[in-house]
């Protein structure tokens, strides 16, 4: 059993943290949203959130890299049992959301593929709708894909791997052929720069006042969360101590970075006005309407016959799903196993039926991970059959995704100077030595999350869009409440068995 616990590499670790935290399609949708203006606030939340939180998640992994619970290990020894089942239930419900919400994406990266544009709208199974078909077969996939991670880690891995290969090979891809434009036009933009105006204000009408461009962080934050559920496999890895901080560390590097170029070169082929006044235009298909029109521009560029310029813009488009399709069934394989992992190993046994924490002969949580599958089930097909067109599904989605995928930080900063204030805990690696260092980070952190948090809430209220903001808050609500119901259910079990003994 010893030798399966250290199985995983600085590279394979490295890999998964690049698959499971990176997309490159945050880029094309901080572009739809904020224009060049999204590179200044994907820069504020690397540095006020993303390396901050990182260096903390390094420290809570570094220190408890033997125990398997993962965050909910680390609340646990931070804030406490109520605590760390409230939040841990939380953070639950924010890959929970996340999955529902990419896994209906996914068919948008098949139908690019297959025909050079996105042709979900006109799926149909029977008498179904477009939504509701799109539903069934991401159900079906991702029973699929259950079916394949309860089978061993080493699979996880080395799916994940590819995924992380695929995001590479685009994102360099991407680069090169937005060089190869700027150079072949002599560098001229086809977004113009005015500034300060450019780096600063969203050309998208819906993002005009402050409160909608601080609501934004969301979407940045969201950008880079993720990175904490790699802390379910720290007691995996091979010198754990060393590696694991110094896996993060590179991991938030490498993001953080290329998320500001990226954004920047979606300038250089696509002017936003142009590009993004098709009615087709939705947050789930931004990233293939912008590879397609690099394409096109590159094409015309070269001086190509209209014919083989739109042929070139159809190989863009293919080329950034197919390996978009990589990247997220790469990323599909680890967020089905090391959230639940972290969750249902951390929590005490006692709480579950006997059979769901519960490990295959593959060492992993089988039972518990098809419970997830049935959930992420129900959820689709709540979703999907709820009468909504396609653009409208994939943006309540994305919704769902990003208040969820937020709020857990809060509980895991905050949980942070309690777990440096606990002596019991041996901390054999230490980025924050002075008290005063760590408690400006987790300010600094917390203002940012709950700045964004406020301004989402309030600009929801403001334009009456109650519906979305029920859809970004039902998730980390009903969890939490869920949490400390089960709390409640466990602590009288305890005195039931103190009773009796």
Known sequence: MAKNKQQLTLLSVLLMIFTSTFAFDNTSIAYYTMGYAGIIWYILAALLFFVPSTL???????????????????????????????????????????IVSTVSKIWIMLSTTISG?????????????????????????????????????????????????AAAVLTIFFSLASLLLLLKNGFHLAE???????????????????????????????????IEAIGGVSDQMKN????????????????????????FLWGASANWQEVFHHSGVNLGNTTYVLMSNLGYRLGEQFNLPAAQAQSLSFFFARFGSFTMLLSYLGSFFVIVYMPIKSFILGTPKKLWPQALPKLNRFNMPANAMWWQALIVAILIALTSFGNKSATAFYNILTLMDNLSSTLPYLFLVTAF?????????????????????????????????????????????????YLELFLELVGPVLFGIIGYALYLLYRRRQQKSLLKN
Request: aromatic share 14%.
């Open 117 to 165: 544009s996105d042709q979900t709208g006109q799926w149909r199974l029977g008498n179904l709708t477009s939504t509701q078909t799109i539903g069934i077969i991401s159900i079906l996939f991702f029973l699929l894909v259950t079916a394949i991670a309860v089978r061993g880690l080493k699979k996880v891995a080395h799916l994940a791997a590819i995924g992380g290969v």
């Open 417 to 465: 100077p309690f777990f440096k204030a606990n002596r019991q805990l041996a901390k054999p690696f230490e980025l924050f030595h002075r008290k005063i260092s760590y408690w400006l980070a987790v300010g600094l952190v917390d203002s940012l999350l709950l700045l964004g948090v406020g301004s989402t809430v309030y600009s929801a209220l403001a334009s009456r869009n």
């Open 56 to 98: 903390m998640f390094a420290e809570f992994g570094a220190s408890l890299h033997e125990q398997p619970g993962g965050v909910f290990s680390w609340l646990e020894n931070s804030l406490g049992l109520k605590w760390a089942f409230i939040g841990g239930f939380i953070w639950i419900a924010s890959w929970v959301i996340l």
């Open 240 to 263: 754990a101590k060393k590696n694991f901080p110094l896996a993060l560390g590179l991991g938030a590097l490498l993001i953080s970075s290329a998320y500001a170029v990226i954004i």
């Open 192 to 226: 113009p720069v005015k500034l300060p105006e450019t780096f600063i204000k969203s050309p998208r009408a819906g993002y005009q006042s402050i409160s909608q461009m601080i609501s934004f962080l969301i979407f940045a934050v969201y950008a880079y969360a993720g």
